[in-house]
T-cell receptor, first 115, second 112 residues
Framework: DTGVSQNPRHKITKRGQNVTFRCDPI?????LYWYRQTLGQGPEFLTY????????KSRLLSDRFSAERPKGSFSTLEIQRTEQGDSAMYLC?????????????FGSGTRLTVV | GNSVTQMEGPVTLSEEAFLTINCTYT??????LFWYVQYPGEGLQLLLK?????DKGSNKGFEATYRKETTSFHLEKGSVQVSDSAVYFC???????????FGQGTRLTINP
């Protein structure tokens, strides 16, 4: 068990470009979550999957954002036409069983800088 | 709605001092409560949790008690170390739900 893995760790992109991040959850975990964390703030929920089904999306997830989890394993988060306001740490987490009993396991995050 | 409020940081203490980081919450249902810790350049790690009123979560010398009457879950440690320097996040999730709601975080710095 290598924990939750996120790639890349850092991404610098020019405004208007598209970026894609990858998350590999703990292998037996069926739920996967994406959060966004801006400087000095707590993580904010973006979306979550149970197996391959995307069950909830935040209003923060504009139509420029799309997340997938094909085959219920790894997940990708794509941001199209990036804006400077998209600069943040993007965190992925995974879980098995009830969140209210066990919480999540987080990855180390992908830090996005839009210039 | 559901929300978590933490004491403003940053908090700076000397080694071996007593630590309290305040956390209060509002919830539309019955929540479970968590403390997560984030070390520089890393993701969040679960520190401790409590799933019902009067439960005490503890780990690595840290403790927090779920107080329903004051809607609080304050984090305490009797003697902090330099290695405890990090950002601490209080969070809640309603029973049966999947979405963790986080506070804004409190940065803790411990000086030798």
């Amino acid at each position: 068990d290598t924990g939750v893995s996120q790639n890349p760790r850092h991404k610098i992109t020019k405004r208007g470009q598209n970026v894609t991040f990858r998350c590999d959850p703990i292998s037996e975990h069926n739920r996967l979550y994406w959060y966004r964390q801006t400087l000095g703030q707590g993580p904010e929920f973006l979306t979550y999957f149970q197996n391959e089904a995307q069950l909830e999306k935040s209003r923060l997830l504009s139509d420029r954002f799309s997340a997938e989890r094909p085959k219920g394993s790894f997940s990708t988060l794509e941001i199209q036409r990036t804006e400077q306001g998209d600069s943040a740490m993007y965190l992925c987490a995974s879980s098995l069983g009830r969140t209210d009993l066990y919480g999540y396991t987080f990855g180390s995050g992908t830090r996005l800088t839009v210039v | 709605g559901n929300s978590v409020t933490q004491m403003e940081g940053p908090v700076t203490l000397s080694e071996e001092a007593f630590l309290t980081i305040n956390c209060t919450y509002t919830a539309t249902g019955y929540p479970s409560l968590f403390w997560y810790v984030q070390y520089p350049g890393e993701g969040l790690q679960l520190l401790l949790k409590a799933t019902k009123a009067d439960d005490k979560g503890s780990n690595k010398g840290f403790e927090a008690t779920y107080r329903k009457e004051t809607t609080s879950f304050h984090l305490e440690k009797g003697s902090v170390q330099v290695s405890d320097s990090a950002v601490y996040f209080c969070a809640l999730v309603l029973q049966g739900a999947q979405k963790l709601v986080f506070g804004q975080g409190t940065r803790l710095t411990i000086n030798p």
